[in-house]
């Protein structure tokens, strides 16, 4: 069934019938039982992959919304500041749009997949030699002296098209999951999720997970340089922090920091034991369950069923997987050679 995101949610979302959707049929991921994890922290996991949308993240739900109200207005150009997923998605719904996207991106601190996405899509990209934090300040600047379309999640219509996660997981569970663990970054996507669920009357626990390097909401001050090899949450200064802090504190949560270290051990866990490769942010909310347990800071009951969302797809960065491996086996074409390297020990 053919049904963009902005059509299956219509009703609960600030779009007018005369409006465009501009649409590459995001949304509806799939939701998947994780056995293994569950096993291992003692609750029903489920997997909420993000990583399935059109440009392989969560970007793409709060893009096609933006992107619309954007050409409902007669924008004729975007821009955004980005860790690499928000630049692809604005590229790509830019594109579908008909209209110019420009992205500005921390230089060397970009997953190759995003990069290359941003630029066949079209966009102009722009590499600064600063951080995520440092661009933001700059797209603001443009978007408030030039004729563009600011899309980062600042624009309340990214939020908007953002928390119909949460609507899809009160659909597919028969009711909301009782604790959601996301990655946070920008805090956009906890912000969104919380706003669905009250929307909807309901209010799980929201358990946050930021990059130990990267953890301003952890250690409750702004942090200057941040640094993570998940790169797409290396963010120093979240925009809608303060939102995020009061829903965790609502929902009766927590936000925790996870070393690199153990954002990685829960990356490849999820690939080698449940076949689901997401990017190691992603994986930041599964190894905050690993790392601090599943039970709240809130006198609320231990939550018997919680959905991690997996924001972005493993194939966006090739090279943490590969360094993050056992290398490949190079062979001749000698039949013993091969079988050897099919069946014996692993060369040292
Ligand atoms: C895979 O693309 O901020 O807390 O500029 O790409 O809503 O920021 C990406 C963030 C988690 C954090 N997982 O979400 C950007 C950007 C992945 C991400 C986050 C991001 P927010």
Redesign the pocket.
Known sequence: MIRPLIERYREYLPIEPGDPVVSINEGSTPLIEAPAVSERVGARVLLKF??LNPTG???DRGMTMAVSKAKARGAQAVI??????????AAAYAARAGMRGAVI?PQGNIAVG?LAQSLIYGARVISLDGN?DDALVIVRHLADNFPIELV??VNPYRIEG?KTGAFELIEELDGPPDALA???????????YWKGFTEWDTSPLLYGAQAAGAAPLVIGEPVERPETI?S??R?GK?A?GDE?LTAFDESGGRVRSVTDEEILEAYAFLASREGVF??P??A?SVAGLFVHGIEPDSDAPTPETIVC?L??NGL?DPDTALAASEGVIECSTDLSEVEEAVFGDRPA
């Open positions: 993000e990583g993240s969560f970007k955004c500041a980005s860790t690499g997923n928000t630049a692809a998605s991106v995003k995520f980062n999640s953002q996301i990655p946070v970054g920008n805090a956009g996507n906890v912000t969104a998940a797409a949450i963010i979240p809608r995020a997401c990017e942010s992603s930041a969302v924001t972005g966006k």
